[in-house]
């Protein structure tokens, strides 16, 4: 009874954090927002007994992901991107347009099934623990998404760096260590 209560706690506070992000006008608030709603996602993990996916929620998520957001914040002029036009310009389409949208989610519902069972009945995960049976998983089964995951992530980092340097090369004076900035 209590998981049950805790479980639709966390799931309305998600679902209104969430909505709360994307209404909110401020991004900061909606930034914090969205730190309250990983924070109970991790919450929704330990209902779950996943205690590793709880971890790396705060961890990665909460702590990472919302510092890179912060950063480009404050990075990009907010003032200039606040005055941008608007997708679309009426409440009434977009209203309409998000009522159909949640409609066909709803109508989608029912013809869900559950999949086969997995190779770690509950015994064995409890025998195991998450952590080693996600990563026999992982290391095992899913090996080849894994390592292009990885694979992407690097090539991605390597075209930050070169796109960076470039930008860094054009502004330098030639045979000095100074560079100017350029706006």
Not at 127 to 156: C, N, R, V
């Amino acid at each position: 009874m209590f998981n049950q209560i805790l479980f639709l706690y966390c799931a309305l506070v998600i679902i209104s954090t969430g909505l709360l992000a994307v209404r909110f006008k401020n991004p900061v608030y909606s930034v914090l927002s969205v730190l309250v709603l990983f924070f109970h996602m991790a919450g929704l993990y330990l209902i779950l007994n996943a205690e590793f996916l709880a971890a790396i929620q705060v961890i990665v998520y909460a702590g990472a992901i919302l510092v890179l957001y912060l950063f480009v914040m404050f990075l990009v002029n907010l003032r200039q991107e606040l005055k941008v036009e608007r997708f679309i310009a009426s409440h009434r389409v977009s209203a309409i347009t998000s009522a159909a949208l949640g409609i066909c989610l709803l109508a989608i519902i029912p013809s869900f099934k559950l999949g086969a069972k997995g190779a770690y009945p509950v015994e064995r995960i409890q025998q195991l623990t998450h952590t080693k049976a996600m990563g026999f998983e992982l290391y095992s089964t899913f090996i080849l998404p894994f390592e292009i995951a990885g694979l992407i992530l690097l090539i991605a980092v390597i075209g930050g760096l070169v796109l960076a340097r470039k930008e860094r090369e054009e502004g330098c004076n030639p045979g000095t260590d100074t560079c100017e900035v350029k706006k």
